[in-house]
């Protein structure tokens, strides 16, 4: 149990372009998702906090009009880079956690994102 | 604010020879600590945790690691490296408190290659 998935895996996009990557927890009820950033060889960076029903608590730094989160329901969250750019190029991971479980975070497998 | 720091961006090790990657923390109150590990272009596995009891903690694939409370030390060990152990490895705190505080905060991660 615990599964958390991403789609799409990865993504080419022309700059100027909105990608949407969604993150599902498979059998499990996610009270709350979180999105990181990575670069390569780098560690993750907490972009954002999204609780079920409620807005995302984005970290300083992190552009909120850029990086949309929606958390419409126990299962699913959404990262829309929009008007994306070559320096959003990056690989995005997103984890959920849930009441019950440990208190753990159960991550995605990630998604890769370039943008040309 | 807590902190991680893991010193060594790189460690390599012999097959068949013990393996440390080294995790110190700095946190308000007492931590959860957490071990995952990275392989190319994947998402985070759990390795293993210590939220409390027993200082040294087993988990996955042979892995264990050694709470330190005096020198805010949670290192992880595996007595006898294998090839397939190459990866990156992030270790993690967040405090044992309720509310926002309960995010991870991940190190830099240490490039661990086990050579044959």
């Known amino acids: 149990g615990a599964v958390v998935s991403q789609h799409p895996s990865w993504v080419i996009c022309k700059s100027g372009t909105s990608v949407k990557i969604e993150c599902r927890s498979l059998?499990?009820?996610?009270?709350?998702m979180f999105w990181y950033r990575q670069f390569p060889k780098q560690s993750l960076m907490l972009m954002a906090t999204?609780?079920?029903?409620?807005?995302?608590?984005?970290e300083q730094g992190v552009e909120k009009d850029k990086f949309l989160i929606n958390h419409a329901s126990l299962t699913l969250s959404t990262l829309t880079v929009t008007s994306a750019h070559p320096e959003d190029s990056s690989f995005y991971i997103c984890?959920?956690?849930?009441?019950?479980?440990?208190?753990?975070?159960?991550f995605g497998p990630g998604t890769r994102l370039t943008v040309l | 604010a807590q902190s991680v720091a893991q010193p060594e961006d790189q460690v390599n090790v012999a097959e068949g020879n013990p393996l440390t990657v080294k995790c110190t923390y700095s946190?308000?109150?007492?931590?959860?600590l957490f071990w995952y590990v990275q392989y190319p272009n994947r998402g985070l596995q759990f390795l293993l945790k210590?939220?409390?009891?027993?200082?040294l903690v087993k988990g996955s694939y042979g892995f264990e690691a050694e709470f330190n409370k005096s020198q805010t030390s949670f290192h992880l060990k595996k007595p006898s490296a294998l090839v397939s152990d190459s990866a990156l490895y992030f270790c993690?705190?967040?405090?044992?408190?309720?509310?926002?505080?309960?995010?991870?905060?991940f190190g830099s991660g240490t490039q661990l290659t086990v050579l044959p």
């Open positions: 984890s959920a956690r849930a009441a019950g479980k440990g208190d753990e975070q159960f």
């Open positions: 059998d499990f009820q996610a009270t709350t």
């Open positions: 999204s609780n079920e029903g409620s807005k995302a608590t984005y």
């Open positions: 946190v308000s109150g007492n931590p959860y």
């Open positions: 210590y939220i409390t009891g027993d200082n």
């Open positions: 993690a705190v967040r405090p044992i408190s309720s509310g926002s505080a309960r995010q991870l905060t």
